[in-house]
């Protein structure tokens, strides 16, 4: 069973930096497209950003476009969420979310994704 688990969040002010990590078991990480999504309090989950198989492809919100960086370590078993500038309305629960198809490259919508992590807290001050 794929299992996946998120880790740095916490509390930040605002124009503060936070790193997120999500370690995936399982021996067939590469073979995955991980992305992040957030629930920010009182809305819908939404997409993050994502990145391909072998790391080359990824793809943003407009929201995050230039302030978010998605990373990972294929022989770590890792995706990173590198976040700076943090604004108040990236308070949101995080999660870390792994496909397992071959398509699409960059996947961005929920649907897509086969398995997830439990989510972890980041909470921006003002």
């Known amino acids: 069973q794929v299992q996946l688990v998120e880790s740095g969040g916490g509390l930040v002010q605002a124009g503060g930096s936070l790193g997120l990590s999500c370690v995936v078991s399982?021996?067939?990480?590469?073979?995955?497209?991980m992305g992040w999504f957030r629930r920010a309090p009182g809305k819908e989950r939404e997409f993050v950003a994502t990145?391909?198989?072998?790391?080359?492809?990824?793809y943003y919100a407009n929201s995050v476009k230039g302030r978010f960086t998605i990373s990972r370590d294929n022989a770590k078993n890792t995706v990173y969420l590198q976040m700076n500038s943090l604004k108040p309305e990236d308070t949101a629960v995080y999660y870390c979310?792994?496909?397992?198809?071959?398509?699409?490259?960059?996947?961005?919508?929920?649907?897509?994704?086969?398995?997830w992590g439990q989510g972890i807290q980041v909470l921006v001050s003002s």
């Open positions: 979310a792994a496909d397992r198809t071959v398509s699409p490259l960059v996947p961005s919508r929920e649907v897509e994704y086969d398995y």
């Open positions: 399982g021996r067939t990480f590469s073979a995955y497209a």
């Open positions: 990145i391909s198989r072998n790391g080359v492809n990824t």
